[in-house]
């Protein structure tokens, strides 16, 4: 009779999964998955561990014990930021996804390897995974919440990724094995490619030795400048904000700049020229404390990551675009300033100053080795003339006469 119950239980299980994945464990005995170790109505569970998924994928239940799992990254940076003003505040807004079980990813396809889609039900927004398709994410007022939308949720649409624009699926570079072991991928670019000698800058020592490979290679990547938290103890108060609602009925969320294009470099944990973005500059304002004359705008943390944007492109920037751009190692002069944030209040002097902000997983280029880097010496201009000349090469009269 145990039997009969648990085979009715896998049956409903399997129908609320999807036909296709039944088909995937079609001659199975129920109790293949259901037995011991996990629930007999969910053997997929994070709380058992997965148990009857992992009599057979051994091993993968410890991709519950990484970033994936246990968002610890995420929950250090809130108890050091937000956290100081409301203890709750992880709870109230953080707390929405990552790893419930097996079937967050593999509810799709025949419990196979996750589809794009399945990976971007959670890696969306200003996360990496919605730019891997030519998403990003929309300004916070209302207004702007229109046009394509995806799960609910509106986008820019961007260039996509050439790997995504081919058909590669997220798992082609993130194996289970290598999250399982918690690594960022199993497979890096020198994997599957050869930089070519006919390419200029791949005749450079110090391009292929200094720089991780996205940095040139990634065409453009969301960014988001100032991050406030809007703290309502009186929910009449929020009639005033026109802020799409957010995951807590407490908290509205906005930004003082979003942008999408090539992104800042510093220098990452591997010690290479790296993609840099703020996670976070965040601000924090209790409206009810705002509203007695309290402190508004209060910068709790301002925090940069390396990272590898998914926007690969063939091809890259020209030279001047690193070499004579100070702004983007976060050196801007002061002249080149456009917004004023002392006089918003903001307690910056430029949100591409490196006074006053780090790089928490590596650090900012030193002035020192950007003055070498960006010295016009012979062998510079040099390259410089050749790379320019092929774009003249390429130029096609305007008339065939």
């Known amino acids: 009779m145990r039997w009969m119950i648990l085979c009715i239980v896998s049956f409903c299980l399997a129908n609320s999964v999807s036909a296709a994945a039944t088909a995937t464990h079609v001659g199975m005995a129920c109790a293949s998955c259901h037995r011991q170790g996990g629930s007999e109505s969910d053997p997929a569970a994070r709380s058992h561990r997965a148990g009857g998924c992992v009599s057979c994928h051994q091993g993968h239940e410890r991709i519950f014990d990484h970033a994936m ?30 790893l419930k079980g097996c079937l967050d990813c593999h509810s799709d396809g025949g419990m196979s390897t996750p589809s794009v889609a399945a990976c971007q039900r959670c890696h969306n927004g200003y996360y990496t995974g919605w730019d891997y398709s030519g998403r990003a994410p929309r300004e916070d007022n209302i207004r702007y919440q229109r046009g394509i939308a995806v799960n609910g949720a509106p986008f820019l649409k961007m260039l996509p990724d050439v790997h995504y624009s081919a058909g590669m699926t997220c798992g082609a570079c993130h194996s289970m094995k290598s999250l399982a072991e918690g690594k960022k991928s199993s497979h890096g670019c020198l994997d599957c490619h050869k930089p070519s000698p006919k390419v200029l800058e791949h005749r450079i020592p110090a391009h292929l030795q200094r720089l991780e490979c996205y940095a040139c290679h990634s065409a453009w990547a969301p960014q988001e400048y100032g991050t ?19 995951a807590s009925v407490e908290y509205l969320r906005s930004a003082y700049l979003k942008k999408q294009d090539a992104p800042p470099l510093g220098i990452n944990s591997r010690g290479k020229v790296s993609p840099i973005r703020p996670m976070f500059i965040a601000y924090y304002t209790d409206i009810m404390t705002a509203k007695n004359n309290g402190p508004e705008n209060t910068l709790l943390a301002a925090e940069w990551r390396a990272y590898f944007p998914h926007t690969v492109q063939r091809g890259s920037v020209t030279c001047e675009a690193c070499h004579d751009n100070p702004t983007r190692f976060l050196m801007e002069p002061e002249s080149r300033r456009i917004y004023n944030l002392q006089k918003d209040g903001m307690g910056l002097e430029s949100f591409w100053s490196q006074r006053g902000q780090r790089v928490s997983n590596g650090s ?7 003055l070498r880097m960006s010295s016009k010496s012979p062998a510079y201009t040099k390259a410089y003339i050749t790379k320019w000349k092929t774009f003249l090469n390429r130029v096609e009269n305007s008339s065939q006469n």
Not at 76 to 90: A, K, L, M, N, P
Not at 364 to 370: I, S, T
């Open 364 to 370: 900012f280029m030193d002035a020192a080795r950007y």
């Open 228 to 246: 406030f938290f809007l703290r309502f103890r009186d929910q009449r108060d929020k009639d005033d904000f026109d802020l799409t609602q957010g």
């Open 69 to 98: 799992g246990q968002r610890s990254g995420e929950k250090e940076f809130v108890q050091r930021s937000y956290g100081r003003f409301d203890s709750g505040f992880w709870e109230k807004n953080c707390n929405s996804c990552h």
